[in-house]
């Protein structure tokens, strides 16, 4: 409402450049309050430190491509969402692939948990306070406490799974990239009838492998830099 009155535009043109600039990384909307900041896009020290994350993570994510023969992503927590920074898709016909930039919840997918997972509680719940935890699948986590009760097991088995939570015949597993100083994470999604649950365990493994690698490239703290 205070840019339509300050920029004299029609409410929805308003609207409309906002989810723009939204998209493009240059603001982000605070979860609580609803307002605008200054996103990504407009912090160039971070916005060359994700390009630099995203390079050294494109051949290792090209390697567990090709041993497993499924799709492997690297996401980023901006703002309320989980955004797809690079996807090496599966070779096969079929497969689950989202798009650079696409934006996906955190309640529903196994890069929002694995990220989630390593934030401050009251950061997490504001996220869903502002995005809601909306049913994508019959098997969507809705309630917020059950939400937070997965996010303990995502810390205790260290790794996240969305199982048919985001797709309704997809499944997912995704690892936080804890020392990259971004809420980072990298996941690996197939349809459910070529990604049996007896190999998410494997799986699990080699993306936390690469998880720790890129980590001691970036040689960060502990825990995602959640300012984002």
Partial sequence: LQVAQVTA????SAFRYLATLEARRYIERDAASGDYRLGLAFLPLQARRLDLLAQRARPRLEALRDRFEETV????????????????ESPKSMRLAARPGDRDHVHSTALGKAITAHLPEDRVKAIV????MPALTPNTITDEARFFDELTRVRKRGYALDNGENEPDGRCVGVSILRSRFPAALSFSAPVSRFPLGQVQEVAAALQEVADKLGDDFGGGDAPDDSS
């Fill in 129 to 132: 306070a502002g995005t809601g």
């Fill in 73 to 88: 992503n690297l996401g980023l927590l901006d703002g309320t969402r989980v955004i797809y920074l690079d996807i090496v």
């Fill in 9 to 12: 535009l029609p409410k929805s």
